[in-house]
């Protein structure tokens, strides 16, 4: 039986201005987490998230994480746990989103005050955090308060997870999820995850799938110190002539991974994979248009989704401690740091990957006949996550898409990492649904940031009929 | 005949504590030009060398180069132009020095206060500009000196250019040569700079060559900003993957040039030159402690010196607008440039250097088969300097060295380049010398830099002794 929702839709468009106007509370406040400065503000902004869940009647708990790390005298901000509904007979879901945000200065060439939510004629509402993620959060909150204005019995137990760090690393939150597992998520039933984006600017999609992240070193050090190359050039061994020349081993301008042991490991594709793209709502023009450029490895969608979403990649960031500023010195460096890293995709495992890397790596040196010192390793390792498109946590938002929008969502995954995600997975061990608000052109680490009126007002119908569709799922899955 | 030194050289020893009394007050004046906060030194220090010339009787002008090109508000310090003798019987020979230093910081690691010059009962003299190059240009001062004191003719009539901005490029310094080369400097029949070091610590030596410098960039760019890797790796071809595959075919890690059409232009070795290197006082325990390492590209001294001296070498000196940071950061750079250098010899010619790097480097590029965009182009270019050693300038030199040392100088190459000695060179269209005081342990740009009092005192008798010989010496070159 469909859900009666046409009450809580009508109550949202009615509450539209209002809930602009708590956006607009929330974009005031500029909770940036990679500036120690702006760290009261990051704070202020927990208090007032954690005001508002009171306000609806929501428990509300700020939970401490202690120092930051890297700068031991600043105290982290605080994670907004809350539980909306203690009735035994209904769901329970865990939300989670993020309250802090990317820096952002006017002079960095945004065309509105970054920290102003300016709504233009056209919808679209720009602000630092609009859509990354303080609309999101917002929307469960509204979902909330309009459920409550009309009238209409919510549909589950909520449990939100909101940080504060989520742009600085999440410093401190994996602890507390791995914590907190069978603690104070003990009740949750599924994972909700508003915090990506649809593919392009027409279609909503459901995201069941996240590349995993290796990240790699490859140190080359020779000279005690660094030297002149007048003095030396020539009769030295040159770190970076050794060092050029194994970056440059490791993929060609294609793509294609050169380490023996990386594609042997990715999951063979399915007869039921291949016919997923084509009806995926995406043209390689979206790609031209994010890329700026038409310099892209494949003509045509396909191959560049599978790319993207199922295959690894290889990219070479830059060199550590060789000359990189304007201008010409003629240096040469004693020791250089290579810096690359690998998109994992299933079924990569973490150590057979570093292995290979390593090998592969020590091989190549070994070929070059230098007598300089090499050492690989693994800066940080993270593993890919895939979830089961059909679980009932999914189906119940294929519902609710369908009904809020009026098409049958894509179901996508994506190039980069959520490491969250893979963390909720791990510490509930329930189903995780990555239900994006935005759109792919509302530049969330961008200057001119925005959410469109749209994706907001129809997304916090959204998530509150995903809530109901959830209610009435059957357990299949 | 030989000239009577005796004299003037026990007048040097009975004046050696004034003259490092002299020495003293020069190195407390951090005339450090690289920072603007020190140029009021800087001008003070050429202030002071300008009045101490006046006292000796030489003609002195203090030549203003304008404003520094790089800091527009800041004047560059002035040229100090100055000539002793006017007898149209003498020869006339033109000297340069700098008297600006290198920065320095007692908590850069320096054992004593690096303006203070601190001398040890080893007789090592410690100080910033002890032998680079305040040393050498008082030792022309203090020649004088003794000369007057011990009653002796001085046997030259003497051009002096000294500047104030050498280790900061030299600004102005080449527009005012080249037009003083038939102006101030028109009496000039030869040059003579002390302003390099012996090739180890125990034997003086002559330097006859130079190599020049040609410094490339190779700048390969693509999207139109830089990208996420989660989000673009696999689907869009990476400008630093391209780039270090470009800047590893350049060169092997043995030093071997796998650019076509340059080894071609170098000048084959005679059969006389074969056995220069055999005796020259140099050895690879030398270079390994210079080194700080054993990394070198041959086990020998000779194949060691030549490659230093007179076959070009090719370094990679780094990447700008790639990731150098410590740290993991997972971006594709959308424009990267690479740096590297080639030291050219004779008979390399600028222009055929360039075509053949920008061919090869092109050609390179190509077989990637990027859609990327590849610019090559040479940040600066400066050509290779010879003299020939067997000119009357350097017959006098090696004359004056077996005089004061007891020992037939070295005759050396060096592997960096010294652009003023080819400016020199043609804007008189004389001779040039290069005559070091100090040795290769002296430390020029390194904490505890430091002159040792022997070859300051038998530097000071060494360049006397030079003028003497060069007013003996028949001009047949």
Redo the contacts between chains.
């Keep these: 039986m469909a859900p009666q929702l046409d009450g809580y839709f009508s109550q949202v468009d009615k509450l539209s201005d209002h809930f602009i106007d708590r956006l607009a509370k929330a974009v005031a406040i500029p909770s940036i987490s990679a500036d120690a400065a702006r760290r009261p503000d990051v704070v202020r902004m927990g208090e007032w998230l954690a005001a508002e869940l009171k306000t609806l009647g929501a428990s509300v708990e700020l939970r401490p994480l202690g120092k930051q790390p890297d700068q031991p005298q600043l105290d982290l901000p605080p994670v907004i746990l809350a539980r909306y509904g203690e009735d035994k007979n209904k769901r329970t879901i865990l939300v989670y989103g993020h309250y802090d945000v990317q820096p952002a200065e006017k002079s960095d060439g945004w065309a509105t005050e970054p920290f102003t939510l300016t709504v233009g004629e056209d919808g679209r509402m720009f602000g630092r955090g609009s859509t990354d993620d303080k609309g999101p959060v917002l929307g469960w909150l509204n979902a909330i308060e309009a459920h409550q204005k009309a009238g209409v019995d919510f549909p589950v137990n909520l449990l939100m997870c909101f940080e504060g760090m989520e742009e600085y690393g999440s410093e401190g939150l994996d602890e507390l999820i791995e914590k907190e597992g069978k603690g104070y998520f003990k009740d949750a039933e599924a994972v909700c995850i508003s915090d990506n984006y649809w593919l392009g600017t027409e279609k909503p999609c459901l995201t069941y799938g996240l590349?995993g992240?290796n990240?790699y070193s490859v140190e080359i050090s020779?000279?005690?110190?660094d030297?002149?190359?007048?003095?030396?050039?020539?009769?030295?061994?040159?770190p970076?002539?050794?060092l050029?020349?194994v970056?440059?081993?490791l993929?060609?301008?294609?793509?294609k991974i050169q380490i023996p042991g990386i594609m042997d490991q990715v999951a063979p594709v399915t007869s039921e994979e291949e016919g997923l793209y084509d009806n995926i709502s995406f043209t390689m023009d979206n790609?031209h248009e994010s890329?700026?450029?038409?310099?892209?490895?494949?003509e045509d969608k396909k191959p560049?989704l599978m790319?993207?979403w199922r295959?690894?990649?290889?990219?070479?960031?830059?060199?550590?401690g060789?000359?990189?500023?304007?201008?010409?010195?003629?240096?040469?460096?004693?020791k250089v740091i290579g810096?690359f890293?690998i998109?994992t995709v299933p079924n990569m495992e973490i150590e057979q990957t570093n292995e290979a890397v390593y090998a592969y790596v020590k091989e190549v040196f070994a070929k070059?006949?230098?007598?300089?010192t090499l050492k690989v390793y693994a800066?940080?390792t993270g593993k890919w996550w895939v979830a089961s498109p059909n679980h009932w946590n999914f189906r119940a938002a294929d519902k609710a898409v369908e009904r809020v929008w009026g098409v049958k969502p894509d179901y996508t995954r994506?190039?980069?990492?959520i490491p969250v995600t893979l963390t909720f997975e791990q510490a509930t061990g329930k189903n995780v649904l990555l239900l994006p608000m935005g759109s792919s052109t509302d530049g969330a680490h961008s200057i001119n940031e925005k959410l469109d009126k749209k994706n907001y007002i129809e997304g916090i119908k959204l998530l509150g009929a995903y809530l109901h569709y959830v209610a009435e799922e059957e357990q299949t899955n």
């Excluded at 030297?227 to 040159?238: P, W």
């Excluded at 890329?291 to 494949?298: A, Y």
């Design positions: 590349r992240c990240y020779g000279p005690g110190a030297l002149h190359s007048g003095v030396f050039g020539g009769t030295a061994q040159e970076m002539t050794d050029v020349r970056l440059g081993s993929v060609d301008t294609h793509g790609l890329l700026g450029s038409k310099t892209t490895i494949f560049t790319a993207r295959y690894p990649s290889l990219s070479v960031h830059g060199v550590e060789a000359f990189s500023a304007p201008g010409a010195k003629t240096v040469i460096p004693a810096k890293s998109r070059l006949g230098s007598k300089n800066q940080h994506e190039g980069g990492s």
